[in-house]
C-alpha cells in the first residue's frame, strides 16, 4: 500500500522581529564581570542568529574570543559585523554543515590555528519544522535528527578529542529543549534533544578523567526570529505554555551557558540539564502547528 502523502505545510506568515537587535546584544546589562572569559576561546554553532547571535555577544563583551560556525554564511557575517562596529572585536567566521563529520574536524582544527586553543564549545546549531508525527517523511525526519543528534554529536567528540590529545581540559554546553512532557508537533526535534540530553550525562562521566565538564541548557518560549518558522498565531501563543505567561529573551539562555561555562561558577558542575524556560515544565506544552480541536479546552 502507498503512503499516505505528506499534507501540504501552511504558508507562514511574514516574519516578525522577535526579542533583541544588535544594539540592546551589544548594550543589555551584564551579570558577570567584564573580564571572565579574558584569554579563553568559545566555539559557537549557529551564532549567525537568535540565542547563537546572543551568545557571539555576550562571550564577546565577557573578554573571549569567539568562532561561530552555521550554514548561512551571510547571517555569520552579519554577526560577525555587528560585533565588529559595536563591541570593536573580531569574531571568527565558518560557515558549514554540522551534518558533515570531516567539515566539523576542520572547522576544531581551524579553531585552534586561528586562536591557538579552545575552552569551550556550545552546540547551539539545530532546527526544525512543526508537522504532525504521521505526516513525516524519510527526509525531513532524518534532516531534524542529523542535525540535532549527530551533528552535536559530531561536534563534542571533535572537541573533546582535541582536549585529550592536548592533556588540556574543556567545557561543553548542548542546547537542548524541555522534552520532560514531550512535544507534540515538533516529536522528531524531541527525540533527538532527549539523545543529546542522556548522550552528555554518558559522556559527562567518562570524560571526566579528562577534565572536560558536559551539560546542557533547555530553552523554554524565548523570543528570537527563530519563531517566524511557526504560524503567527501558534508563535504567540508560546507565551502561555509556562506560568509567568511570558517569553525568555536570548540572554536569559547565553546567561546560563556562561554560567556553566565558567570555570568559576560551573567548576563542579557536569552532566546537568538547566532549564531556563519560566516553569514551563509544570505547567503546559507548545503547539506548534496549532491547537487541535480534539485538544481546545470548551469555555463553561
Known amino acids: 500500500m502507498n503512503a499516505k502523502p505528506a499534507a501540504p505545510r501552511r504558508p507562514l506568515d511574514p516574519p516578525k522581529h522577535w526579542g533583541l537587535d544588535d544594539d540592546e546584544l551589544a548594550s543589555h546589562p551584564l551579570s558577570f564581570r567584564e573580564d571572565l572569559f579574558a584569554g579563553q576561546v568559545f566555539l559557537v554553532s549557529g551564532g549567525g542568529s537568535g540565542m547563537g547571535r546572543a551568545m557571539a555577544y555576550l562571550m564577546t563583551r565577557l573578554g573571549a574570543q569567539v568562532m561561530i560556525c552555521g550554514r548561512r554564511e551571510d547571517k555569520l557575517r552579519e554577526t560577525a ?3 565588529k562596529q559595536r563591541l570593536g572585536k573580531e569574531v571568527g567566521v565558518r560557515p558549514m554543515t554540522i551534518r558533515d563529520p570531516e567539515q566539523v574536524d576542520s572547522l576544531v582544527a581551524e579553531t585552534w590555528e586561528r586562536f591557538g586553543r579552545l575552552d569551550v564549545l556550545v552546540n547551539n546549531g539545530g532546527g526544525q519544522f512543526p508537522q504532525a508525527a504521521l505526516d513525516y517523511s524519510v527526509k525531513g525526519w532524518n534532516a531534524v535528527i542529523d542535525t540535532n543528534l549527530n551533528g552535536t554529536w559530531y561536534m563534542m567528540q571533535a572537541a573533546a578529542r582535541q582536549w585529550r590529545d592536548r592533556g588540556l581540559p574543556g567545557s561543553i554546553v548542548n542546547i537542548v529543549a524541555v522534552v520532560s512532557r514531550g512535544m507534540p508537533q515538533v516529536a522528531h526535534t524531541c ?10 550525562k554518558s559522556v559527562s562521566t567518562e570524560w571526566a578523567p579528562l577534565g572536560i565538564r558536559v551539560n546542557c541548557v533547555a530553552p ?3 523570543a528570537t526570529e ?4 511557526y504560524p503567527r498565531e501558534a508563535a504567540e501563543a508560546f507565551r502561555f505554555s509556562n506560568p509567568m505567561k511570558a517569553f525568555g529573551d536570548a540572554y536569559d539562555i547565553a546567561n546560563a551557558v556562561a554560567y556553566l561555562a565558567s ?25 506548534p502547528g496549532g491547537i ?9
Open 292 to 300: 487541535p480541536e480534539y485538544f481546545r479546552v470548551r469555555e463553561r
Open 226 to 229: 527563530g519563531l517566524n518558522v
Open 81 to 83: 559585523d555587528g560585533i
Open 191 to 200: 527525540a533527538a534533544r532527549a539523545g543529546v540530553i542522556y548522550l552528555s
Open 263 to 287: 570555570p568559576e561558577t560551573g567548576k563542579f558542575i557536569t552532566g546537568e540539564l538547566l532549564a531556563v524556560d519560566g516553569g514551563r515544565q509544570q505547567w503546559g506544552d507548545d503547539w
Open 220 to 222: 523554554g518560549s524565548v
